[in-house]
């Protein structure tokens, strides 16, 4: 069995998705907390073929319960349209007896007025419109609610206690070369790609130790740069990009690795490029 811990958790909730539909609960809801780049977003996605239908949310800074009821668009003439949103669709189908997934990316973005519109979700399985009450808990259907939050903000406590809460974290060092080799789509046995993975969770493990960056590497990150550097076009600046685009992510970086200059680390990817490139 992996040891993978975010396999473990995609487990976890899709028996307890099996068994709540299988009882009379037809609402529940499930947050995913950690670091960006621990793959949070990407153990959401992971359960849509449990579902009918799935709609996602990107969460931006001061969102507001009133943003997710509804929307506004522009039309031809660029006057506002306003539309029910996302959330209200996916409500209407779990009502009419489907069963829906929805994630709410990066909650802590939100405003906290978020978090109670969707405790009163939770608890009522309903949802107050502007003009009805959407009733899910009297259908066949089932609405699945994911949240991921990267702990910007405090989600209120009444929501945590409604939900099933995970910690999402890196994975261990020999998991996460492995992953990073599956997904620049390169096997085992090719030394030069091993040897250079090994490097880059070194790299962003110590990364990963420095506090209250805005951004961290990703595993999915981490392997296409592994792709790029076998196929000869990955530079250091190109690197540090993985690591973070974010331009005081970066000086902190380099402070933390004595990076005055890249030529140290252009070097080393250059022999890899070149060593890979042979084999």
């Known amino acids: 069995m992996s040891t993978d811990l975010r396999e473990k958790i995609i487990k976890i909730i899709s028996n307890d998705i099996n068994n709540e539909i ?5 609402v529940s809801g499930f947050i995913l907390a950690g670091l960006p780049g621990t793959g949070k977003t990407h153990i959401g996605l992971s359960l849509a073929n449990m579902f009918e239908k799935m709609y996602f949310i990107q969460c931006r800074e001061g969102i507001s319960d009133d943003n997710l009821l ?21 409500a209407k189908q779990a009502a009419a007896g489907q069963k829906v997934l929805l994630i709410i990316d990066e909650l802590d973005k939100s405003r906290l007025s978020v978090d109670y519109l969707f405790l009163e979700i939770l608890q009522n399985e309903i949802i107050s419109g ?9 259908g ?3 609405l699945c609610i994911i949240f991921t939050t990267n702990e910007k903000r405090r989600i209120s406590e009444p929501l945590l206690r409604r939900c099933r809460f995970f910690r999402v974290k890196f994975p261990e060092r020999n998991e996460e070369v492995k992953r990073i080799l599956e997904i620049a789509k390169i096997n085992n046995n090719h030394l030069a790609a091993v040897s250079a993975a090994n490097f880059f969770v070194s790299i962003a493990s110590k990364v990963r130790d420095i506090q209250n960056l805005y951004k961290y590497p990703s595993s999915y990150e981490l392997g296409i740069a592994l792709r790029d550097l076998i196929l000869g076009v990955l530079s250091a600046e190109d690197f540090l990009n993985v690591l973070s685009p974010d331009p005081d992510d970066q000086r902190r970086i380099r402070e933390k690795f004595n990076w005055n200059t890249l030529s140290y680390l252009e070097g080393m990817l250059k022999g890899w490029s070149e060593w890979g490139g042979s084999s």
């Open 140 to 142: 066949k259907g089932y």
């Open 22 to 26: 299988s009882s009379s609960r037809r």
């Open 130 to 138: 502007d003009n009805e009450d959407i009733i899910i808990k009297n």
């Open 70 to 90: 509804r929307e506004i668009w522009l039309d031809d003439n660029g006057s506002p349209i306003v539309k029910k949103g996302k959330l209200i669709t996916a």
